[in-house]
Protein backbone atom coordinates (compact mmCIF):
# COMPACT_ATOMS: atom_id res chain seq x y z
CA UNK A 1 0.00 0.00 0.00
CA UNK A 2 1.36 3.54 -1.30
CA UNK A 3 2.02 6.13 1.37
CA UNK A 4 2.16 9.76 0.61
CA UNK A 5 2.87 11.94 3.84
CA UNK A 6 2.07 15.46 3.34
CA UNK A 7 3.52 18.56 5.34
CA UNK A 8 4.55 22.06 5.47
CA UNK A 9 0.87 23.65 6.11
CA UNK A 10 0.05 25.82 8.49
CA UNK A 11 -1.49 29.31 8.97
CA UNK A 12 -0.19 32.26 7.56
CA UNK A 13 -1.03 35.43 6.47
CA UNK A 14 -2.24 36.65 3.05
CA UNK A 15 0.52 37.67 0.65
CA UNK A 16 2.95 35.00 2.60
CA UNK A 17 3.91 32.14 1.20
CA UNK A 18 4.10 28.25 1.95
CA UNK A 19 5.89 25.39 0.82
CA UNK A 20 4.10 21.62 0.99
CA UNK A 21 6.03 18.43 0.29
CA UNK A 22 4.81 15.19 0.48
CA UNK A 23 6.70 11.83 0.87
CA UNK A 24 6.26 9.04 -0.90
CA UNK A 25 6.98 5.06 0.61
CA UNK A 26 7.56 3.97 -2.74
CA UNK A 27 9.73 5.22 -5.54
CA UNK A 28 8.25 7.86 -7.28
CA UNK A 29 9.79 7.24 -10.68
CA UNK A 30 6.84 4.15 -10.53
CA UNK A 31 3.90 6.97 -10.79
CA UNK A 32 2.75 8.30 -14.28
CA UNK A 33 2.13 11.46 -12.27
CA UNK A 34 2.17 13.22 -8.96
CA UNK A 35 0.14 16.12 -7.81
CA UNK A 36 -1.79 18.23 -5.47
CA UNK A 37 -5.41 18.64 -5.31
CA UNK A 38 -7.32 21.27 -2.53
CA UNK A 39 -10.73 21.47 -1.39
CA UNK A 40 -12.77 23.19 1.18
CA UNK A 41 -15.99 22.04 2.85
CA UNK A 42 -18.76 21.79 0.33
CA UNK A 43 -16.67 21.86 -2.74
CA UNK A 44 -15.00 19.12 -4.97
CA UNK A 45 -11.66 18.62 -4.65
CA UNK A 46 -9.65 19.66 -7.23
CA UNK A 47 -6.75 20.38 -9.23
CA UNK A 48 -3.88 22.63 -7.74
CA UNK A 49 -0.56 21.02 -9.97
CA UNK A 50 0.63 18.44 -11.50
CA UNK A 51 3.76 16.92 -12.59
CA UNK A 52 4.45 13.83 -14.68
CA UNK A 53 7.53 11.51 -14.86
CA UNK A 54 9.10 13.45 -17.17
CA UNK A 55 8.70 16.43 -15.51
CA UNK A 56 5.71 17.91 -17.20
CA UNK A 57 3.44 20.36 -15.20
CA UNK A 58 -0.15 21.80 -15.20
CA UNK A 59 -1.45 24.34 -13.22
CA UNK A 60 -4.84 25.19 -11.98
CA UNK A 61 -5.52 28.76 -13.92
CA UNK A 62 -6.44 30.43 -11.05
CA UNK A 63 -2.75 29.92 -9.78
CA UNK A 64 -0.75 30.12 -12.46
CA UNK A 65 1.78 32.35 -11.96
CA UNK A 66 2.06 31.66 -7.76
CA UNK A 67 2.63 28.31 -7.41
CA UNK A 68 5.35 25.82 -8.44
CA UNK A 69 5.41 22.05 -8.52
CA UNK A 70 9.01 20.15 -8.14
CA UNK A 71 9.78 16.59 -7.37
CA UNK A 72 13.07 15.24 -6.14
CA UNK A 73 13.36 11.44 -7.32
CA UNK A 74 16.08 10.43 -5.24
CA UNK A 75 14.39 11.66 -1.92
CA UNK A 76 10.41 9.95 -3.47
CA UNK A 77 9.18 13.89 -3.19
CA UNK A 78 6.91 16.14 -4.57
CA UNK A 79 6.71 19.74 -2.98
CA UNK A 80 4.10 22.49 -4.08
CA UNK A 81 5.66 26.31 -3.50
CA UNK A 82 2.93 28.60 -3.08
CA UNK A 83 3.53 33.07 -2.99
CA UNK A 84 1.46 35.78 -2.55
CA UNK A 85 -1.49 33.43 -0.50
CA UNK A 86 -4.83 34.90 -0.45
CA UNK A 87 -7.57 33.91 1.96
CA UNK A 88 -9.18 31.88 -0.62
CA UNK A 89 -6.56 29.85 -1.12
CA UNK A 90 -7.60 28.27 2.10
CA UNK A 91 -8.25 24.61 1.78
CA UNK A 92 -7.37 21.02 2.86
CA UNK A 93 -4.61 19.97 0.04
CA UNK A 94 -3.96 16.49 -1.05
CA UNK A 95 -1.13 14.80 -2.28
CA UNK A 96 -1.92 12.75 -5.18
CA UNK A 97 0.01 9.65 -7.11
CA UNK A 98 -1.14 7.97 -10.19
CA UNK A 99 0.50 5.05 -11.81
CA UNK A 100 0.38 4.22 -15.26
CA UNK A 101 -2.34 2.54 -16.86
CA UNK A 102 -5.12 3.62 -14.48
CA UNK A 103 -3.70 0.92 -12.66
CA UNK A 104 -3.76 2.63 -9.22
CA UNK A 105 -4.78 6.28 -7.51
CA UNK A 106 -3.30 6.67 -4.19
CA UNK A 107 -3.74 10.14 -1.72
CA UNK A 108 -2.62 11.38 1.05
CA UNK A 109 -4.05 12.29 4.26
CA UNK A 110 -4.13 16.46 3.81
CA UNK A 111 -2.63 19.21 5.13
CA UNK A 112 -4.76 22.07 5.94
CA UNK A 113 -3.81 25.46 4.55
CA UNK A 114 -5.25 28.60 6.20
CA UNK A 115 -4.48 32.63 4.84
CA UNK A 116 -5.61 34.67 7.02
CA UNK A 117 -6.56 38.63 5.50
Known amino acids: QVQLVESGGGLVQAGGSLTLSCASS????????MGWYRQTPGKQRELVAS???????DYADSLKGRITISRDNSKDTVSLRMNSLKPEDTAVYYC???????????WGQGTQVTVSS
Open 96 to 106: NAKRFGGLGDF
Open 26 to 33: EDILRFRS
Open 51 to 57: ITIGAET
